[in-house]
């Protein structure tokens, strides 16, 4: 059986310097904005006023989910271990 190649999409985002409303964080994230009010309402980002940087947040747990086969909740939980991983790595002494 031949191996299927994956594709994977880059989306630029910018830096985390100010707020933006929920279209502009939902075409960042290249998502459907019915799709980013459901991570608000599981806690993967926080209501409104949304951080610049919540949409590589939502953007990676949407990779997740469509990689990796994991459901909306599992895509949020590794979303917030990978991030708990990476703040307890830049505290290393």
């Known amino acids: 059986?031949?191996?299927?190649?994956?594709?994977f999409a880059l989306r630029a985002v910018r830096p985390a310097a100010e707020s933006?409303?929920?279209g502009v964080l939902?075409?960042?994230?290249?998502?459907?904005?019915?799709l980013v009010r459901r991570?608000?309402?599981m806690g993967l980002v926080d209501p409104p006023p949304f951080p610049?940087?919540?949409?590589?947040?939502?953007?990676?747990?949407?990779?997740?989910?469509r990689d990796l086969g994991l459901n909306y909740?599992?895509?949020v939980l590794v979303s917030e271990l990978l991030?708990?991983?990476?703040?307890?790595?830049?505290?290393r002494p």
């Open 39 to 41: 991570f608000v309402r």
């Open 52 to 65: 610049r940087d919540a949409a590589a947040r939502l953007a990676r747990a949407s990779r997740l989910r």
């Open 83 to 91: 991030d708990r991983i990476r703040e307890l790595e830049t505290r």
């Open 73 to 75: 909740a599992g895509a």
């Open 26 to 34: 939902a075409r960042e994230a290249g998502l459907h904005p019915d």
């Open 1 to 7: 059986m031949a191996a299927q190649a994956r594709r």
């Open 20 to 22: 933006v409303e929920l």
